[in-house]
């Protein structure tokens, strides 16, 4: 798996994190190694900016995803027929705005970059949260794949950061719901 970090935002992010969650989760959603992906980070106005070309929603946000290839899980099976180097797509992340969201949910930033690469994963693999039942389905994911990675990184004897421990680490699609509607309301 090949994912390139590009980070514009001036802030300073622990990006070899960011590909060892992105890889973790591919990997465990059963993507062909051959894949590329990229994550770019950037600052409030560069992703205001797509969220209103892309989605026309006004202001910043945490986390937008572009899918390219479309690849889906189960590709990774030997019989899949993946070309070599398959780009899987983009996720833009905005650190700035994931800070507000860490803040509120009582956690480092670094968790939450984590957290917002595992869904941008999701997210170019074609899970939404549009229905509520797929909301339910993605979070619940989410949360397994993130929590499953820091047992993971324990056993491997890296060390990124400490797993949150608090009760918005790994929310619920309700939890981030209503953490949202908080942050909108400032």
Known sequence: MSIEVFNESGVGVNEESLIDVAKYALTRMDVHPAVEMSIHIVTS?????LHLRWLDLEGPTDVMSF???ELTPGSGRPDAKTPEGAMLGDIVLCPEFA???AEKAD??????LVLLTVHGVLHLL???HIEPDDEQRMFALQNELLSDW???IDRRGVE??????NPGAFPSAAEREALDDVLDEE
Do not use: C, N, S
């Not at 990124?160 to 421990?165: A, L, W, Y």
């Open 160 to 165: 990124f950061h400490d797993k949150p421990i």
């Open 99 to 101: 800070a507000r969201q």
């Open 67 to 69: 899918p390219m290839d």
């Open 45 to 49: 106005d560069v992703i205001a900016d």
């Open 150 to 152: 820091y047992d993971d």
């Open 126 to 128: 074609g899970y939404d």
């Open 107 to 112: 956690h480092p930033l670094a968790h939450e």
